[in-house]
């Protein structure tokens, strides 16, 4: 266990790269923009079953 973990630390100081504060900047409002148009998306999808299953149970029990 002690050697897979200073392992990884010596992989983290060696091979790891940060990306620079610009392209997180850019990153992040990437993510960001994606995870309101996905939210969007999931609120549609859900509205949408919501009145397709409001519909069919007020058809099936009138």
Known sequence: ML???K???EE?????TLPS?????N???IVA???I????ATWG?????SKLISLYFDNVLN
């Open 21 to 25: 504060r610009a392209e997180s900047s």
């Open 33 to 35: 923009v994606f995870s």
């Open 45 to 49: 999808v859900d509205t949408v079953f």
């Open 7 to 9: 392992e990884s630390i």
């Open 37 to 40: 148009l996905f939210a969007l």
């Open 12 to 16: 983290l100081r060696n091979n790891v």
């Open 3 to 5: 050697t897979y973990i």
């Open 27 to 29: 990153l992040m409002v």
